[in-house]
């Protein structure tokens, strides 16, 4: 992997990955798919869907099998992009109670990790051959802001095209599951955030939102039934995958770079 000035190192959660910085080349990079040698897949879904079990499942598997995988989340994966994280998901009470996130906010506060996300890490690594397993992305932000919120979707398709220099994933499992099952399985969860307190009304838009994402483009976009044990969605995610690998398994091989 060449290195430049740019170069740095940052860790979240269980990762520690080392990414070549590049400069930014304009709207078109990353654009098109001849341009990259990995492959993108993202994990999206509602609270509690079992995105974060999943792609981190599917990351060590790929790994077992010899591959490079980047393992990342939005909003954050950079470490600018990460703080943005803490103010959209954790503001602190009191600047909740005064000056609560507008949902315009949010979206600005997402795409401002996202272009942050997408220019540092994300395309020098797909640039270079790695398999990016990405716990949500666009889709949320359409699901969420658009569908959730309110907000035009047509406006949210063309800014977050914008902020992502056009990049796309190659693949997205979408997690499905009745709301009521994945907020169950949240309150586990030591890590509550903001978007835990919106209502149930607001989570079911939301998991409307995305099964009707689902419906075009249906190649990218794979339904999981997420009521399943993690053992059976483990191994169906694995059959989706395995196909793409071997059509770049000479690209992607080990012989590019180990994290
Ligand atoms: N298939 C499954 N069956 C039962 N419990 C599960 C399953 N998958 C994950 N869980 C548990 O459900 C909880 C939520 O899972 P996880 O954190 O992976 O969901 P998530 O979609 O990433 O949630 P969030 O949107 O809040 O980040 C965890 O306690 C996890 O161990
Ligand atoms: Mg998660």
Redesign the pocket.
Same mark, same amino acid.
């Given at each position: 992997m060449d290195r430049n000035p740019f170069s740095c190192e940052y860790q979240w959660g269980r990762l520690r990955c080392t990414v070549a910085h590049r400069k930014s080349q304009g709207p078109a990079a990353g654009s098109t798919r001849s341009r990259r040698k990995g492959l993108f897949v993202t994990f999206e !879904? =509602?609270? !509690? /869907? !079992?995105? $974060?079990?999943? %792609?981190h499942a599917l990351a060590q598997y790929l790994r077992s099998q010899g591959f490079w995988v980047v393992e990342t989340r939005e909003p954050g994966g950079t470490p600018v992009a990460e703080q943005i994280r803490e103010v959209f998901l954790r503001p602190s009470r009191k600047l909740q109670a005064v000056d609560p996130l507008i949902p315009e906010c949010e979206v600005a506060l997402i795409l401002a990790a996202r272009s942050q996300h997408v220019a540092n890490l994300l395309l020098p690594a797909l640039q270079q051959g790695a398999i990016i397993v990405c716990?949500r992305f666009a889709d949320s932000t359409l699901a969420y802001q658009g569908f959730g919120r309110g907000l035009s979707l047509r406006e949210l398709r063309s800014l977050t095209r914008w902020a992502a220099q056009g990049l796309t994933p190659d693949l997205t499992f979408l997690?499905d599951l009745p709301v009521s099952q !994945?907020l169950k399985?949240?309150l586990? /969860?030591t890590d509550a955030?903001r978007l835990d307190h919106e209502t149930s009304a607001f989570h079911q838009r939301v998991r409307k939102g995305f099964l009707s994402l689902a419906k075009h483009p249906r190649r990218r976009i794979h339904t999981i039934n %997420? $009521?399943?044990? %993690?053992q059976a =969605?483990s191994r169906q995610l694995i059959t989706v995958v395995a196909p793409l690998l071997e059509e770049g398994l000479k690209t992607r091989r080990l012989a590019l770079k180990q994290v």
């Open positions: !879904g =509602i609270e !509690g /869907s !079992g995105k $974060s079990t999943q %792609a716990d997690f !994945g399985r949240r586990k /969860s955030n %997420a $009521s399943r044990s %993690a =969605i």
